[in-house]
DNA sequence: ACCCTATGCTGACACGTGTAAGTAGTAAAG
DNA sequence: CTTTACTACTTACACGTGTCAGCATAGGGT
């Protein structure tokens, strides 16, 4: 095999009959420079005819700057609604021609400056905050801008919080308007999920002190911290998640007959098993669509040195009524 | 804001006073040359402390390759195995020295080539398989390897195959083990996750040919699939998912108390939902973290340009019984 | 005949890196 | 004293691109 050579813009000048400077032009667009049709014509015709594609590595050399996005995903297991936040926000940004990645798997198996470092991305977006020096790290090589999704507002550059707080307290004040008095908070048991957790929970808190009690995503557990609730009079469970509301109504179930008919259940995130549990659950959503749009306007706008306009809340998550709460 | 300048190897090698050739050799540990101690800790605590971050551009366009692995995702909803197996593949391929990012999002939004040619990656994967135009286009532009975990087998380059048929074998196995004579397979709603669901589908068939219904994620339509499957005197159902086999069960029990006594359900996945479910459901489950370790085995060994082992199927896929079947 | 401007294009440089080739200096071998 | 061999470096080039400055030609205005 002779080794296949790259083909590059000078292979498409040489075909034009061209200085590699008008191939460059004309396949950028340049404004400014005026090209003849006739010319225009040959050039595109050689770069298709060709196959010619431009080095991202030596055009991101060139500008400094490259079209990529870069996610890092946090180590706790992602579902069904990162996954499509992640497809919402990458058709967001292609639209506007940035190209979404995400990189996988724990910090700990690989500092995150050997990861941008080895991408070049435009923009950096984190689940959790980044240190100072990380942050002073990346403004050094040329990161336009680090965002960080959740973490304090306001510390490094451009920060983005997704209301977490606004998801506890659309579950609470269901409840409460179903007229339960006393709430319980079924805590998830992975302590990496804490940073979720915690703004929702004080979300929940706005409608009054909790129980909170951490249940483990097996029936056997759940049981006993649903008859603790109930011995508390708690009449109304907040849950972290889907999941951990499955495991509070599998709870209640092994009790047995006696408990569970009064006791209401409220998830988050309307995941397919939830309409399909015993009984179906109701839950919190998050409009993703709209969230993302939100998230891409806001990098688009950060990238050219603007600033994106404010979240608008309203819609954005709303309570899927079902019959368990 | 005085423009800040990027810290390049230039700045490092004045500040330990010696050529920037050196201090390549240092930092890369460039075999066959010999360094003295002296200068190389000199280097070192300049790089240091400078915060020199090598740009991945310039090195990836003087080498002809960067150590990226592309991952393209495909457009149906990844659940947690997915989101599992790409975070174990990640910390495998990071110990390899190569960052793993995927890229969500249908390829309808935008054209692969636009992505990889944004990123130059040292391989692809990607679930489905290319065209001929695009492989060829990859290769033309040095990209080392293109892989497709599903397709047909050896079209394109190296190929791997998630063994699939496994899966649906595994589940027939089971219930024809427990006495099951008629079986019925559950298919998904979602045309997308065909590529998934006939192989499996094909896997069950080996066991003699099931009643194939399309089970929608939703109770009633469940239901009457569940009827029928009944009045066929199907005894036991393969569903293509954890989630269409909560479907399932969902459907049985709202046909009354009458039906569902015997009629066994299996699922694929093992989603944290399935052990909560009502009866707790018995289903498949591949062991991500050794698929993980041999998907980057075999792409660390096609980047050096050799073929990786094969994939030892034996302990991959296993049952996890509990009381649905 | 002269200047001025617009059009259409080319030459040359810089981005930051890896690495082949070359060069002083030293030491051992002949 | 010359040759050889090795250490510890440096100089110089190439990777493929974007873009600034410049150059020829043509056309009009005075």
């Not at 984190?126 to 304090?152: I, N, Y």
């Not at 308007?177 to 805590?187: I, P, V």
Request: charged share 20%; proline share 8%; net charge neutral.
């Amino acid at each position: 095999m002779p080794e296949p050579r790259r083909i590059t813009s000078a292979d498409v000048a040489r075909r034009a009959g061209v200085s590699r400077a008008t191939v460059s032009y004309v396949l950028n667009a340049t404004p400014g420079q005026s090209i003849s049709p006739a010319t225009r014509s040959r050039v595109l015709e050689a770069a298709a005819g060709l196959g010619y594609a431009p080095s991202a590595a030596a055009r991101t050399l060139r500008t400094g700057r490259s079209d990529v996005v870069l996610c890092l995903l946090p180590d706790w297991p992602i579902g069904n609604e990162v996954g499509n936040l992640l497809g919402n926000l990458s058709t967001e940004l292609a639209r506007a021609g940035l190209t979404f990645v995400a990189h996988p798997g724990s910090r700990a198996d690989r500092p995150i400056a050997e990861i941008w470092k080895a991408i070049t991305p435009a923009a950096v977006l984190s689940f959790s905050d980044f240190s100072d020096g990380e942050t002073e790290a990346m403004r050094a090589a040329g990161v336009a801008l680090v965002v960080a999704l959740l973490g304090r507002a306001g510390r490094h550059g451009r920060e983005l919080e997704v209301p977490q707080q606004l998801i506890g307290r659309r579950q609470a004040e269901h409840l409460c308007g179903a007229g339960h008095r006393r709430l319980g908070y079924a805590y998830p048991d992975d302590p990496r999920l804490q940073i979720f957790a915690e703004p929702r929970l004080s979300g929940v808190r706005a409608f009054g002190e909790p129980v909170v009690r951490t249940v483990p995503l097996d029936a056997g557990p759940a049981a006993d911290a649903v008859a603790r609730w109930c011995a508390d009079g708690v009449t109304g469970i907040c849950a972290y998640n889907d999941e951990v509301a499955l495991a509070v109504l599998a709870g209640a179930r092994r009790l047995g007959p006696g408990a569970p008919a009064g006791l209401a259940v409220i998830g988050v995130d309307d995941i397919p098993a939830a309409r399909l549990a015993v009984p179906p659950l109701t839950t919190v959503t998050t409009d993703q669509r709209m969230l993302a749009v939100h998230l891409a306007t806001t990098v688009v706008a950060a990238v050219g040195g603007r600033t994106g306009p404010p979240l608008p809340t309203d819609d954005l998550i709303r309570v899927v009524v079902r019959e368990s709460a």
